[in-house]
């Protein structure tokens, strides 16, 4: 029992922590709280995890080419499958996805703390910039991207055995081979706030309300609408060899049906690994007037049809999204999950960037097995940046936050010794890469 001193403590703790956040569970819903004059729903962390795993697969599981080749046309029925699972009642109930009649879908915690963290309409979190003529030639203006994330039941037993003591994480439990369990789907809608007269896939928009900063490198936040650009998706299957985990990912193009719908997402492709052979430079298109595949990567697969609007790709036509870093690629970058966050999440966020295609660069397109660290001296959170980043929120909060009543000028030690005992059971420490910090880089995916 607490003593009456611990008791005040403890009350301004939850003080502080209220100032920033809104709570209706175990964790915040989200951090930044719309005006009054707002009137519609709010959103609400859908955070009842499953206690005991689930055992059914999705039913797409069946549709996995047997042979797994860059001719994306084998790819298309799996494609096309994911897609429904992912939109299936969460369309219905505008992603309040606590309100799916389908399936159940779970939300990761913490993601709600920092100049980056959720907003209380949609739970949109900011992640990159847009930039000039990112998406098309006709695109001057810059723009913003946010995004919401959710796994679908067997994803979220592991979210809720990872977050089961609220107070101490536990990013062990993802960190071995069968972490994410097989038939785990993550599914991630992208929404960008840019000028939609200049980018023309955008006609016929998804508009959503969200409360979001005015301009990326803006601290104010408004009521503003933003648009659906895309939707990505991973999911765990013990099948595929290398990584144990298949990417795709979906760009608007409001031409397709002619009127605003989700129906526009038309598939950009699908990963299944890095291509860690592959150290050419020659498809790397920032600024695309149309779309450049590169038939010698063989573990991407690409949509050829004219239906996919000129699109930029990853690094060396690796797949990437329309809002994503065009000298990254899905799988790359979600592979640097871990805790804590020894390295960036591409070889560009440091301060001096090794040579493109050097053996240094290429350490960010390996193929890691899932529960697999990036570095040696950190725990993996299995391709999960969403798990790696709120375990970091968590601390900086535990750190400048609740410690200062707490815990008391040590809380940061605490913390860091906490962290400390989660690595003592991990490899020597691997070579450790300065970053510069820029919150823009903080994507949680």
């Known amino acids: 029992m607490l003593s009456g001193k611990g008791r005040i403590a403890g009350a301004m703790a939850a003080l502080v922590m209220m100032a920033s956040a809104a709570y209706a569970g175990t964790f915040p819903d989200y951090g930044y709280q719309p005006p009054s004059t707002y009137k519609g729903p709010i959103f609400q962390l859908s955070q009842n995890y499953p206690a005991t795993l689930p055992t059914d697969t999705p039913a797409f599981f069946k549709l996995l080419p047997s042979k797994l080749s860059n001719n994306f046309e084998q790819w298309r029925p799996y494609v096309e499958a994911v897609k429904k699972y992912c939109l299936e009642g969460n369309v219905e109930s505008d992603w309040y996805v606590q309100n799916n009649t389908v399936r159940k879908w779970y939300h990761a915690p913490w993601q709600h703390y920092g100049p980056l963290g959720r907003e209380g309409i949609h739970g949109l ?36 055995q990872v977050w089961k003591d609220p107070q101490n994480p536990d990013p062990s439990v993802v960190s071995k081979p069968n972490s994410f369990h097989n038939g785990t789907v993550v599914c ?179 193929n890691e097995m899932a529960g697999v660290s990036f570095d040696a001296a950190a725990i993996s959170t299995d391709y999960s940046l969403q798990l790696a980043g709120g375990i970091q929120n968590f601390y900086d909060w535990k750190c400048t936050q609740d410690g200062v009543f707490v815990h008391g000028p040590n809380a940061c030690q605490q913390a860091k010794n906490f962290r400390l005992k989660l690595m003592k059971s991990a490899a020597p420490p691997a070579k450790v890469f300065k970053v510069e910090r820029d919150p823009a880089l903080n994507n949680i995916h």
């Open 188 to 366: 991630k809608a992208l929404f960008a706030d840019v000028d939609l007269k200049q980018v023309p896939f955008l006609a016929n928009p998804v508009l959503w309300q969200a409360y979001v900063t005015d301009s990326f490198n803006s601290a104010n936040r408004e009521i503003k609408n933003v648009a659906l650009i895309q939707m990505d998706f991973a999911v765990r299957d013990t099948r595929v060899p290398g990584t144990g985990w298949i990417f795709g990912t979906f760009q608007y193009n409001g031409a397709v049906t002619g009127k605003s719908s989700w129906d526009n997402l038309v598939p950009v492709g699908v990963m299944w690994g890095n291509d860690p052979e592959n150290t050419g430079n020659d498809y790397t298109n920032p600024k695309p007037t149309v779309t450049r595949i590169n038939p010698s990567i063989k573990e991407t697969a690409i949509n050829a049809r004219p239906e996919l609007p000129p699109t930029h790709l990853g690094w060396n036509g690796r797949l990437d999204g329309p809002v994503d870093n065009p000298v990254s690629a899905c799988m790359s970058c979600h592979m640097t999950a871990e805790s804590p966050q020894l390295s960036p999440m591409n070889p560009t966020f440091q301060a001096n960037p090794p040579p493109v295609g050097s053996k240094a660069w290429m350490r960010w397109f390996q």
């Open 125 to 160: 979190t900011k992640e990159a910039q847009i930039q000039s003529q990112q998406l098309a030639p006709t695109q001057t203006a810059t723009g913003q991207t946010f995004a919401v994330g959710i796994y679908n039941d067997i994803g979220g037993y592991t979210i809720g």
